[in-house]
C-alpha cells in the first residue's frame, strides 16, 4: 500500500504542505475555480460563487498570501490559505479540499 507524502503518520494531512503547493499555483488554481473573475494587481477578483452576486468587485482572492474575503458577507466569508478557499467554494471540509488540491497537484504518489 503506498502512502502520500502529504499524509503524516496516523493519517493526518499535511496542511501546511498542500498550501504552501498550493499558494505557489493559486494564479492558476483561482482562475479554475473562479473563471469568470480576472487578476487586478496582486488580487483575484470575482463573483461570490456561493450566493447572488451580480458583478464583481467585494469577492477578493490575495495571489500572493492566500487570504481571501467576501467584504460583502465578512468574516463568515473569508480564510487565509488555499485549502480554506477551496474548502468554502465546494461546501466540503477543509480535509476533503486538501485532498482534492493534492490530486489536483499531483501531490500524492
Not at 473573475?37 to 451580480?54: F, K, M, S, T, Y
Not at 500572493?64 to 467576501?70: A, K, N, S, V
Request: one cysteine or more; a positive charge; proline letters at 6%.
Amino acid at each position: 500500500m503506498s502512502h502520500s507524502r502529504n499524509v503524516r503518520p496516523g493519517g493526518r494531512i499535511d496542511f501546511a504542505r498542500i498550501n504552501r503547493v498550493a499558494l505557489a499555483a493559486l494564479p492558476a488554481l483561482a482562475a479554475r475555480w473562479l473563471p469568470e473573475g480576472c487578476r487586478q494587481g496582486r488580487e483575484w477578483i470575482a463573483r461570490n460563487p456561493r450566493r447572488l452576486d451580480r458583478k464583481p468587485g467585494s469577492f477578493k482572492v490575495n495571489l500572493l498570501t492566500g487570504r481571501w474575503c467576501d467584504f460583502a458577507l465578512g468574516a463568515s466569508a473569508s480564510g487565509g490559505d488555499p485549502i480554506s478557499l477551496a474548502a468554502y467554494l465546494a461546501a466540503v471540509s477543509q480535509a476533503e479540499a486538501a485532498r482534492a488540491i493534492a490530486r489536483m497537484l499531483r501531490l500524492e504518489k
